[in-house]
Structure formats: structure tokens, C-alpha cells
């Protein structure tokens, strides 16, 4: 079962440039900067009311978020679908003919487990999947 919108990810070039718009032009609250060595990423967490903004920074050209950058510029790259079991929901994506992009979730920021679903699959959006067991 899908619980909330659990963040948006935000794709940037710089987390240095990019949180002053955040966190001086609209006065979001600032939650802190963690690196995801799975993902190759630097990501700067942003409370935005119920939801978090994940702001991801690539941290080399190899990473994911450098590629999408390249090809797409700044800008949203994922929602993140909070979830009880991440490992139900790929089954049942599978079941419904949604291509994964793997098999088997893998730790992202927060300490989260997460999957992705593939945009060719979801009408053209990367949507995650994010289950934070004992987390909020």
C-alpha cells in the first residue's frame, strides 16, 4: 500500500547554490546533507509542510543524477512513494507488467530501502519507491 508522497527529488548541479533558494527565498526549513555512495549522490534534505524536497547533487560524471543533468538540465527528477514493504510493491508492479529498473531495492538517503520504477512505464516520471522501516 502506498502511504504518502514521501519527497520529490530535485536534481542540481550545486547543493552550495542551490539552498539559498530554498531555504532564504521561501524560508523552507533546512534538515540536513548526506552522501549516498550507492547512487552517487550528495543530497541536501528540505522540509516543504508533509513532504521532504531531496535536492541531489551528482558527486561524479558517472553518477545517475550527472547523466539526467546532462541530457535534461536541472530540475525534478523523481517522486518518492512512501511504503510498508518495498519488496510487495516491486512483485506487484512486475505482476502489472511495470518495468523496475532492478530487481532488488538499494539503500538510499535517510536510511531508506528504495526501488525505482522506469519512466517508460509511468507515463514518462521516474516515480520511487521508499520504505523507511522505524523511520519517519
Known amino acids: 500500500m502506498i502511504k504518502k508522497v514521501d519527497h520529490i527529488g530535485i536534481a542540481v548541479r ?3 547554490e542551490a539552498l539559498p533558494f530554498y531555504t532564504e527565498t521561501l524560508q523552507l526549513e ?12 550528495k543530497v541536501a534534505f528540505i ?11 551528482p558527486t ?8 539526467f543533468i546532462e541530457r535534461r538540465g536541472e530540475g525534478l527528477h523523481h517522486v518518492a512513494l512512501g511504503v510498508d514493504s518495498i519488496q510487495d510493491r516491486i512483485k506487484v508492479m512486475k505482476e502489472k ?9 538499494k539503500p538510499g ?4 530501502q528504495v526501488a525505482f520504477m522506469h519512466p517508460k512505464s ?15
Do not use: N, R
Open 60 to 67: 561524479s560524471q558517472e553518477s545517475p543524477i550527472a547523466k
Open 109 to 112: 538517503a535517510g536510511g531508506a
Open 97 to 105: 507488467g511495470i518495468k523496475m529498473l532492478g530487481d532488488e531495492p
Open 30 to 41: 533546512f534538515l540536513g546533507i548526506e552522501e549516498v555512495k550507492s547512487q552517487g549522490v
Open 14 to 16: 550545486s547543493l552550495d
Open 122 to 136: 509511468t507515463g514518462g516520471i521516474l516515480y520511487e519507491f521508499c520504505e523507511k522501516k522505524g523511520l519517519k
Open 47 to 57: 522540509k516543504a509542510g508533509e513532504t521532504k524536497l531531496e535536492l541531489l547533487e
